[in-house]
């Protein structure tokens, strides 16, 4: 009897310590958490089979991969990241990576590689970080997740994670698509972004009918080349505010394109939603929520911000690390956006696309 007894619990013991025991397996729920990396980015995705997606790993140093390793192991529940996606080589994007690995074991890293007139290098840590594997993403490439959702009428919830473009370049536009004359007739030029930022990871996460689009630091003039001539995307649920919210990205033509129902910024104290980009998502008629994860002070005095509803942390001079976090429906067909530490929550349905 005591051997059996031991038997058993050693096999739990096993059980919880295996990376298959992940949060979304259980509920059928896709989750998406921003992680507070002051005025870098770190988006967090756990698909219904428990499989992990981080987008960037914030600023180089301890605070950032702390804070991103204590949402996916205590909020998430997480003991590997599967999949780590650098979308450009900018400190506040790839800086906490190597640390990270250090922390959690990461299975395939996804980035630009080293490719022909690279403007900025994350040098040799970066690159020989520990990761099961090394892919170089391109426009098209979609990960291979796992299939595993609420059973409608007989089939699976479909889920799917697209490089939409990178390095410059994009997916070629699908058949029949229409010309976006209307809203392509407005469009106007910046000043060209000679950094990575132009280089950026341009994905778009899909589960049933729920859309999310994360352009990681994309640029004005590179952006307009998804939705002119021809609309590329369509319409997406939940946009990820481009940049931070800075005015070298986030051009009109994005919004007016895919029409959002909410957004997130990830931006810092004073970094990020620039007066320009608050207003282009103030004149959106789609938009029902913006959220944001710092409240900004900008020192130059131009202070646009959101219900304080809306914000995760709210304090200049104390930052507390709230993370947002948004949980789609096992259908597919709605989506909840959370602030634990404020208690917020809100209900949204998906459209139709």
């Given at each position: 009897m005591k051997k059996v007894c031991t038997s058993l619990v050693i096999g739990m013991l096993l059980l919880i310590a295996s990376p298959s025991v992940q949060a979304g397996g259980t509920d059928g729920r896709l989750d998406i958490y921003w992680v507070d990396v002051e005025g870098g980015a770190a988006t967090l995705i756990v698909t219904p089979a428990g499989e992990s997606i981080l987008i960037d790993t914030g600023n180089p140093g301890i605070r950032d991969p702390q804070r991103i390793f204590n949402v996916a192991t205590q909020e998430a529940?997480?003991?590997?990241?599967?999949?780590?996606?650098?979308t450009h080589y900018h400190r506040d994007h790839f800086g906490g990576a190597s640390q990270l690995s250090k922390m959690i074991p990461i299975g395939t890293v996804w980035d630009n590689g080293k490719f022909e007139d690279m403007p900025d290098d994350p040098g040799e840590e970066y690159f020989t970080f520990k990761a099961e594997s090394r892919q170089v993403i391109s426009p098209g490439t979609q990960l291979s997740l796992k299939p595993n959702g609420e059973i409608t009428r007989n089939r699976r919830i479909p889920i799917?994670?697209?490089?939409?473009g990178t390095r410059k370049q994009f997916i070629a536009a699908p058949r029949g698509a229409k010309a976006n004359r209307a809203i392509c007739e407005d469009a106007r030029a910046k000043d060209r972004d000679g950094s990575d930022?132009?280089?950026?990871?341009?994905?778009?996460l899909e589960f049933g009918d729920f859309r999310f689009y994360d352009g990681g630091d994309v640029t004005w003039n590179q952006e307009a080349k998804l939705f002119c001539p021809v609309n590329l995307i369509g319409r997406v649920d939940v946009y990820q505010?481009?940049?931070?919210?800075?005015?070298?990205s986030n051009n009109p033509l994005v919004l007016r394109s895919v029409l959002p129902t909410v957004t997130v910024m990830n931006n810092g104290v004073t970094k990020g939603c620039a007066p320009e980009v608050f207003a282009t998502l103030s004149g959106t008629p789609s938009i029902q929520a913006m959220y944001q994860v710092h409240k900004n002070m900008r020192p130059d005095g131009q202070v646009n911000n959101a219900p304080d509803e809306f914000i995760a942390n709210r304090k200049a001079d104390e930052c507390?690390?709230?993370?947002?976090?948004?949980s789609v429906a096992a259908n597919g067909r709605s989506y909840d956006v959370m602030i634990p530490a404020n208690e917020h929550r809100a209900t949204y349905r998906t459209v139709k696309k």
């Open positions: 529940r997480l003991t590997r990241i599967d999949h780590l996606i650098t799917s994670l697209t490089c939409l930022n132009a280089n950026s990871v341009v994905m778009l505010v481009t940049h931070h919210g800075l005015d070298s507390e690390a709230n993370f947002i976090k948004l």
